[in-house]
Structures are given as structure tokens and as C-alpha cells.
């Protein structure tokens, strides 16, 4: 058999929307709808929290860094995760989020490895707004 290079698609993928009122709204909208890929987030008892932080100027890439600082401390503290808080000065950006540990009666459902730079976007909406969308990779 000859040598050969290609690609192959493959559904390992899924896209997340948040939409807000502000930058910072679609952010933590995008982290539900991330943690909801998950778990039940409306099931989830918000009684553990966690903050993460980060110096990030590039509105797109912050997207990506505030996903990817959930996950790493949701599985750092064993946590799943369904409230979250966002604020940003400047180029800082200090979150919140609250959760609990994973319990027998919590469905699991597809694992969320991390948030990539795929489709990544952050925009404006023209109804007001804005709109933040990445692919996350399950």
C-alpha cells in the first residue's frame, strides 16, 4: 500500500452561544451552555465556589481562556459548575462561578474536554447586545 496523508471528519465537536446584554453576560452564558453539555445545570446546587482571573486584551481569546479556567477548576476541586460571574477592567478579568461536587443523582452527560479557537467569535448583535460562540471539544 502506497503512503498517504488526508483528513476525516469526525463529531467530536459541539458549538456554544451565550448572548447578553453586555461582553460579560455572553461570557457566562457561554459557560452555562458549556457546562450544560455536562450536566443538568438547572439541577446543580450553586453552593460551592471558585474564582478564576486572567490579563487577556484580546476579547475572542478571553472567550476561550474564561472556558478553558472553568474546566481546569471545576476538575481541580471535583466541582461541576452552573452559576457564573464575570467582570473585566481593562485587559483583567476576574470570574466567579458556584457549583458542588458530582453526586450519584446528577446525570452525567457528555464530557467537555475544552473550549478550542474553532468558529470562535464575539460580536456585537444587531438587535443589541452581544453574541460570544466557540466550539468546544467533547
Known sequence: MPAAAGYFEHGADIGVIGRGATVEAAFEEAARAMFAIMVDVDAVQPDAPIDVEFDEDDVEIAL?????????AAREH?????????????????????????????????????????????????????????????
Open 64 to 72: 476561550v481562556r474564561w472556558l478553558n479556567a472553568l474546566l481546569g
Open 78 to 138: 471535583g466541582l461541576v459548575l452552573a452559576a457564573f460571574a464575570l467582570q473585566r477592567s481593562g485587559d483583567r478579568w476576574r470570574g466567579s462561578a458556584r457549583g458542588e461536587r458530582w453526586r450519584d443523582t446528577l446525570l452525567r452527560g457528555t464530557e467537555v474536554k475544552g473550549a478550542t479557537l474553532t468558529a470562535l467569535s464575539v460580536r456585537p448583535l444587531d438587535s443589541g447586545g452581544w453574541e460570544a460562540r466557540c466550539v468546544v471539544d467533547v
